[in-house]
């Protein structure tokens, strides 16, 4: 019952950011008001938008752990590693003010791309592992999510850690306007 709920919920979100991401390319390259707009928008609201991204990906991953069922794999928990603490990084800086958090916030972010990244190319079929996953729990490969024939879980993490950098990357060009 809930996973007929859940997955759909959460897939058009990721349908929806990954449109978005499009839109925060171009207005990127856009030297017109309205990218330049866009930008000054996100690079001001960064910890903001940031602790939203970072509390929706910890909802995610709990709803489909906690309520769903479906038990993490060893990647799943290793990419939890590098999410949940930005949570708290980025509530402290919220609060502080604080905006040099992304010096420490890009390198977890790193972290989960090349391990959502990995796990991505498990699932797809990859049979080169650098990193086998342990016999205890849920196999790396299994695919427990397969919504608009590409959002996995680890393309909902992927997408998590991509707007964490594109964000990073918005306030660190919003800092230099």
Request: charged share 10%; aromatic share 16%; with cysteine.
């Amino acid at each position: 019952m809930l996973r007929e709920i859940i997955t759909p919920v959460i897939s058009y979100a990721t349908l929806f950011s990954h449109l978005v991401f499009f839109v925060l390319l171009i207005a990127l390259v856009s030297r017109n008001s309205w990218g330049k707009g866009l930008i000054t928008f996100i690079g001001r609201n960064a910890l903001v938008f940031s602790l939203v991204t970072v509390l929706s990906a910890i909802v995610g991953s709990l709803l489909y752990s906690g309520f769903v069922g479906y038990e993490p794999c060893e990647l799943c928990w290793w990419q939890r590693i590098f999410i949940y603490p930005q949570f708290v990084l980025f509530a402290m800086a919220l609060y502080h003010k604080d905006e040099s958090v992304f010096r420490y916030s890009v390198p977890l972010s790193i972290l989960v791309f090349i391990t959502a990244l990995y796990h991505t190319y498990i699932q797809l079929g990859g049979t080169t592992s650098i990193l086998p996953c342990t016999s205890e729990g849920a196999a790396c490969a299994k695919v427990f999510v397969n919504e608009f024939s590409y959002i996995t879980i680890p393309t909902m993490a992927l997408t998590i850690s991509v707007y964490l950098l594109l964000i990073a990357l918005i306030n660190r060009i919003y800092q230099r306007i």
